[in-house]
T-cell receptor
Framework: QQPVQSPQAVILREGEDAVINCSSSKALYSVHWYRQKHGEAPVFLMILLKGGEQKGHEKISASFNEKKQQSSLYLTASQLSYSGTYFCGLTQGGSEKLVFGKGTKLTVNP | GAVVSQHPSWVICKSGTSVKIECRSLDFQATTMFWYRQFPKQSLMLMATSNEGSKATYEQGVEKDKFLINHASLTLSTLTVTSAHPEDSSFYIC?????????????FGNGTRLTVT
């Protein structure tokens, strides 16, 4: 089942922060986050596993709330290079496949 | 490490012809590869899971006879779009993982943009 991402799109000025949410109605095992720029393949950002962990990658971090079956991606002090479409992908029990949400288009302006 | 190469990058073909897309894992062995399709401004939709030495597992709604997948070796999977029609025009991306995708990232090829005229 496809995860639900919100918002669908967000426009920021350089230096501003953003939060992208990803939720599922089914129990989650792990959450992947990827960024895709126009015409290119998605690039891996991070994976979060069951256990409510948080992770960080420079100024991009994420959390995984197993009970709420949701994950959030936090982008702080955004840079122009952060522009792109962010996808969360979920793995669910018993299934060796990754199902992606519809994506959140992030635009960072100078 | 973990480089996935996809070929061709783009292809234009006439309606009714077949097109083959290759996906190779260059520096690792991929028991499983995943084929996704992406329409403009839309999400990555999983088409099928390709397993080395066995039949591919197709997602609901994906025609097996139209999208032929062959995973002949641990480093090569191919997707053949048979009797292509304009509605098959899309961005096709393959991916593979070093280990279980539960805790290991997907590494994507650069994708193939198919245009059927």
């Amino acid at each position: 089942q496809q995860p639900v991402q919100s918002p669908q799109a967000v426009i920021l000025r350089e230096g501003e922060d953003a939060v992208i949410n990803c939720s599922s109605s089914k129990a989650l095992y792990s959450v992947h986050w990827y960024r895709q720029k126009h015409g290119e393949a998605p690039v891996f950002l991070m994976i979060l596993l069951k256990g409510g962990e948080q992770k960080g990658h420079e100024k991009i971090s994420a959390s995984f709330n197993e009970k709420k079956q949701q994950s959030s991606l936090y982008l702080t002090a955004s840079q122009l290079s952060y522009s792109g479409t962010y996808f969360c992908g979920l793995t669910q029990g018993g299934s060796e496949k990754l199902v992606f949400g519809k994506g959140t288009k992030l635009t960072v302006n100078p | 490490g973990a480089v996935v190469s996809q070929h061709p990058s783009w292809v234009i073909c006439k309606s009714g012809t077949s097109v083959k897309i290759e996906c190779r894992s260059l520096d690792f062995q991929a028991t499983t590869m995943f084929w996704y399709r992406q329409f403009p401004k839309q999400s990555l939709m999983l088409m099928a899971t390709s397993n080395e030495g066995s039949k591919a597992t197709y997602e609901q709604g994906v025609e097996k006879d139209k999208f032929l997948i062959n995973h002949a070796s641990l480093t090569l999977s191919t997707l053949t779009v048979t009797s292509a029609h304009p509605e098959d025009s899309s961005f096709y991306i393959c991916s593979a993982s070093l280990r279980s995708i539960y805790n290991s990232p997907l590494h994507f090829g650069n994708g193939t943009r198919l245009t059927v005229t």
